[in-house]
Nanobody
Framework: QLQLVESGGGLVQPGGSLRLSCVAS????????IGWFRQAPGKEREGVSC????????NYADSVKGRFTISRYNAKNPVYLQMNSLKPEDTAVYYC????????????????WGQGTQVTVSS
């Protein structure tokens, strides 16, 4: 069973930066596409970004384009989400999720999820 663990969340002022990490506790992620999702209170979970196993293809939600960068330096652990120019509306619990080989938009397409890490953007 693939288990994912996120880290790197915290409290940051508007305009600040955070880097989230996603690691697999048992297996490596070299065959899995990794997606980052977030869920704010009272809202549905939404996709933020995704990266394929090779790292050659990525995608981003319009709301984070130009500010967030997803990366993986090889096909194994970890996968990062660099978040710059953070805004209060980025406040949410951030989750990483894994699915076999290809990125997908819907949360239902992902088979494995982490427990989430809280990101709070506030002055």
């Amino acid at each position: 069973q693939l288990q994912l663990v996120e880290s790197g969340g915290g409290l940051v002022q508007p305009g600040g930066s955070l880097r989230l990490s996603c690691v697999a506790s048992v297996f490596t992620l070299d065959r899995y596409a990794i997606g980052w999702f977030r869920q704010a209170p009272g809202k549905e979970r939404e996709g933020v970004s995704c990266i394929v196993p090779s790292g050659s293809s990525t995608n981003y939600a319009d709301s984070v384009k130009g500010r967030f960068t997803i990366s993986r330096y090889n096909a194994k652990n970890p996968v990062y989400l660099q978040m710059n120019s953070l805004k209060p509306e980025d406040t949410a619990v951030y989750y990483c999720a894994a699915r076999w080989r290809r990125c997908a938009i819907a949360t239902t397409e992902y088979d494995y999820w982490g427990q989430g890490t809280q990101v709070t953007v506030s002055s």
